[in-house]
T-cell receptor
């Protein structure tokens, strides 16, 4: 079972920041937070991951609360092409545990 | 290769037939994963290969499903005696031993 809770859907205006929340209150000390997204009819795409510090890359920023029980993925300037299902996953970074995908958040970016 | 390649991209088969789906992972990626995604649903884990270790088959839904991997190269997922409920997109991903997954575009299987 997925160890995360995400809203089923969200809307965001084009050009605005999209803030996608994720709750992972049972996260273990050695588990990372991963974000992937799946654009319609494509395989999922890796976005970003983090352990405890905030992370930023060319796609997004990841803000993890100090107690690590929740996080927010931020797309700073959402475009129509960011419309997708966004998956928040907690997992050990190494080892033999495949990622478990939940239902994710369906983000709709609106013109 | 530059990405994960899956073939065929689409497959229509008759109920009761066997099908083979192929996945070419990124060169050097030691881990390979198969997932299934039914229409409108999330990803279901099927099987996982990591280097020379025994595969994790815990997600295979029945003994009609099997998969093989040659070393750290190509993998094939075989479904025997296909049923209509096997209709789905079958996604393959590969990763380094430690790192993020790269997914292929999937094989859309339709059992008629």
């Amino acid at each position: 079972d997925a160890k995360t809770t995400q809203p089923t859907s969200m809307d965001c205006a084009e050009g605005r920041a999209a803030n996608l929340p994720c709750n992972h209150s049972t996260i273990s000390g050695n588990e990372y937070v991963y974000w992937y997204r799946q654009i319609h009819s494509q395989g999922p795409q890796y976005i970003i991951h983090g352990l405890k510090n905030n992370e930023t890359n060319e796609m997004a920023s990841l803000i993890i609360t100090e107690d690590r029980k929740s996080s927010t993925l931020i797309l700073p300037h959402a475009t129509l092409r960011d419309t997708a299902v966004y998956y928040c996953i907690v997992s050990r970074r190494s080892g033999n545990t495949p990622l478990v995908f939940g239902k994710g958040t369906r983000l709709s970016v609106i013109a | 290769g530059a990405g994960v390649s899956q073939s065929p991209s689409n497959k229509v088969t008759e109920k009761g037939k066997d099908v083979e789906l192929r996945c070419d992972p990124i060169s050097g990626h030691t881990a390979l994963y198969w997932y299934r995604q039914r229409l409108g649903q999330g990803l279901e884990f099927l099987i996982y290969f990591q280097g020379n270790s025994a595969p994790d088959k815990s997600g295979l839904p029945s003994d009609r499903f099997s998969a093989e991997r040659t070393g750290e190269s190509v993998s094939t997922l075989t479904i025997q005696r296909t049923q209509q409920e096997d209709s789905a997109v079958y996604l393959c991903a590969s990763s380094p031993a430690v790192g993020s997954y790269t997914f292929g575009s999937g094989t859309r299987l339709t059992v008629v």
